[in-house]
């Protein structure tokens, strides 16, 4: 019999889950890797309202992580709005930064986050950066499911290897095609299982994969020392589990998994501070906290609200003190305007800007256009 879990941490899928100037307009394709730059002169007056902020650590267009141990902590920028959700479900491509704005790599990915967890409201990130490739695929949904991992201060990177990546308390597991690995929090390997090790029928690796896909079938559960891989098979009745200390398949009926999630959850997730409460008063519609996964802080970075007004819904920023962030306030429902705390910073992306400004301060770190040209 398995022990039971004492700690349930449901996992961050890192699946098909954010600005410099070049010469040339986007794009080509050089070994398969799409390279993205922006020519400044094609943007006229009307598109530059603010101007450009930030540099480059490399004059040169850059399309790969150059590995250096003294870029300090590297975070990801917006560098190009593209037309659809090609090659990216945000559609814009990424680049990496250090924390004061300059320049790592260019716009060459569809997905720049760190790795990261939850127990109870609390999101907990790993020092790592998981970077999915921007580049060009036959799949379905027109980006590639390439996931590379690197250290947080860019000193060492993975092959685009993986197709999907997720993590708990005490490391992450990288899947590939035919195998598992298990790494520990800064980037040591700690196992590698094939498929065919561990005993997974064609059934059970299909699921594995529906579940990176989708988050089906009971996929993606971190408890005690188990991760759940998905359903046994088509009848849903049992779930596979790896455990990870022994590199061992084990299964569980359904129920009795459920079980010890609803008692575990129940009594064992910590609580934490209403920051709401520092809000000042409104007619709020909806209130969630923003949290910064890029860095270490165990608190919200910032909290939105919608609050509802006589010409209509506005939404509204704030510090996790309650602070007002004016400066950010929009309407409602701007499909491409978005809000987020990065390493500290805040992203703002606009139309055809990403800017990045000091949490602290509200000064410009970082600013870049972003080449869209919509009807």
């Known amino acids: 019999m398995m022990r039971r879990g004492i700690i349930i941490m449901l996992t961050a899928l890192l699946l ?16 398969g890797k799409l390279n993205v730059s922006t020519d400044w002169s094609k943007l006229d007056e009307r598109n530059k309202p603010l101007p450009s902020v930030g540099s480059r650590w490399f004059d040169e267009y850059t399309g790969q992580l150059i590995l250096r141990d003294d870029y300090g902590s590297l975070i990801p920028y917006v560098g190009l709005r593209l037309m659809a959700d090609w090659p990216a479900k945000t559609g814009c491509l ?9 320049v790592v790599t260019d716009a060459v990915y569809s997905e720049v986050t ?6 109870g409201e609390r999101l907990i990130s790993h020092p790592l950066l998981a970077l999915r490739a921007g580049k060009r695929t036959d799949e379905e949904y027109g980006y590639k499911r390439d996931w ?34 298990y790494m520990s929090p800064t980037g040591e390997i700690l196992g590698i299982w094939t498929m065919a090790e561990l005993g997974l029928t064609r059934e059970e690796v299909d699921w594995v994969f529906q579940g990176l896909e989708w988050g089906e079938g009971y996929f993606g559960i971190w408890f005690d020392d188990y991760f759940s891989l998905g359903y046994s098979d088509n009848t849903a009745e049992e779930i596979t589990l790896l455990h990870i200390p022994s590199g061992q398949k084990e299964t569980i009926a359904r129920d009795d998994l459920w079980d010890i999630l609803t008692q575990t959850l129940d009594v064992d997730q910590p609580d934490m501070e209403d920051f709401t409460a520092n809000l000042p008063p409104g007619n709020y519609i ?3 906290y923003l949290w910064d996964s890029f860095s270490d802080n165990d608190k919200p970075a910032m909290i939105f609200a919608s609050n509802r007004e006589e010409e209509g819904a506005r939404d509204l920023f704030f510090l996790n003190d309650g602070t007002p962030l004016p400066l950010l306030t929009k309407k409602s429902g701007i499909w491409y305007y978005s809000v987020r705390p990065v390493g500290g910073l805040i992203e703002v992306l606009d139309l055809n800007t990403a800017s990045y400004y000091d949490l602290k301060t509200m000064d410009c770190v970082f600013r870049t256009y972003l080449g869209y040209d919509a009807d």
Request: proline share 3%; glycine share 10%; charged share 25%.
């Open 16 to 31: 098909l889950s954010g600005c410099a100037a070049q010469k040339e307009l986007p794009s080509d394709e050089q070994d």
């Open 94 to 102: 990424y680049g990496l930064m250090t924390t004061d704005g300059i």
């Open 114 to 119: 760190r790795p990261f967890y939850t127990v």
């Open 148 to 181: 590379a991992i690197a250290a947080n201060d860019g000193s060492w990177c993975t092959e685009f290897l993986y197709r999907g990546i997720c993590a708990g308390k005490d490391g992450l597991l990288l899947f590939e095609d035919r195998q598992i690995t």
């Open 286 to 288: 909806e209130i969630y």
